[in-house]
């Protein structure tokens, strides 16, 4: 266990909903980065929130979006669903000091959008 | 842009027995860090080993080594003593060093499509 908790477990939408994931970061982290799992892929990079910014993001469109909070809690929300959002969202927390910290991940919630 | 490859995207051992992962990058960074995850079927991302780039001795946790090529661009993990519960997915991981100390957090990671190991009885 890593300390790091997520919530839903699991979720089912439709086409053109909306959808927030919630992740608790591990005690005394300040990041959190946000990955998706596609079915059989490695997890891609949607972004990172340092000191309740977004510091860094990957090839995902405006409609994902995300908070942190002062605990440094996160949201990560996604509007306009489409069928291809299908996957497993993970958030990894980490202590961000010098560089190269390690990220240590949630369980995951896992999205299906039909 | 870095990428991660795992040319393997299944392996099996016997129970007991030592297997090896292959892990190639290409980066044009010299500050860098190196990481294997593992991924049960229960799906928590589980750090194995971390290592880096600047230092010239192979990590080494337990059970679980690497053999780091700077050079090659090669990090593969070696597994000895091979256990039930090792099977998983294996994850290697590539981690840029971090921005200036000004703009703080840290870098994402790149990982590779990952490696299914089964460890046989």
């Known amino acids: 266990e890593t300390g790091v908790t997520q919530s839903p477990t699991h979720l089912i939408k439709t086409r053109g909903q909306q959808v927030t994931l919630r992740c608790s970061s591990q005690?005394?982290?300040?990041?959190v980065s946000w990955y998706q799992q596609a079915l059989g892929q490695g997890p891609q990079f949607i972004f990172q929130y340092y000191r309740e910014e977004e510091n860094g993001r990957g090839n995902f469109p405006p409609r994902f979006s995300g908070l942190q909070f002062p605990n440094y809690s996160s949201e990560l929300n996604v509007n306009a669903l489409e069928l291809d959002d299908s996957a497993l969202y993970l958030c990894a927390s980490s202590l961000s000091l010098a560089g190269g910290e390690t990220q240590y991940f949630g369980p995951g919630t896992r999205l299906l959008v039909l | 842009a870095q990428t991660v490859t795992q040319s393997q995207p299944e392996m099996s051992v016997q129970e007991a027995e030592t297997v090896t992962l292959s892990c190639t990058y290409d980066?044009?960074?010299?500050?860098?860090?190196l990481f294997w995850y593992k991924q049960p079927p229960s799906r928590q991302m589980i750090l194995v080993i971390r290592q880096e780039a600047y230092k010239q001795q192979n990590a080494t946790e337990n059970r679980f080594s690497v053999n780091f090529q700077k050079a090659a661009k090669s990090f593969s993990l070696k597994i000895s003593d091979s256990q039930l519960g090792d099977t998983a997915m294996y994850f290697c991981?590539?981690?840029?060093?971090?921005?200036?100390?000004?703009?703080?957090?840290?870098?994402?990671?790149?990982f590779g499509k990952g490696t299914k190991l089964t460890v046989n009885p």
């Open positions: 991981a590539f981690m840029k060093h971090a921005r200036s100390q000004r703009q703080g957090g840290s870098e994402k990671l790149v």
């Open positions: 005690s005394g982290h300040n990041t």
């Open positions: 980066t044009s960074e010299n500050n860098y860090y």
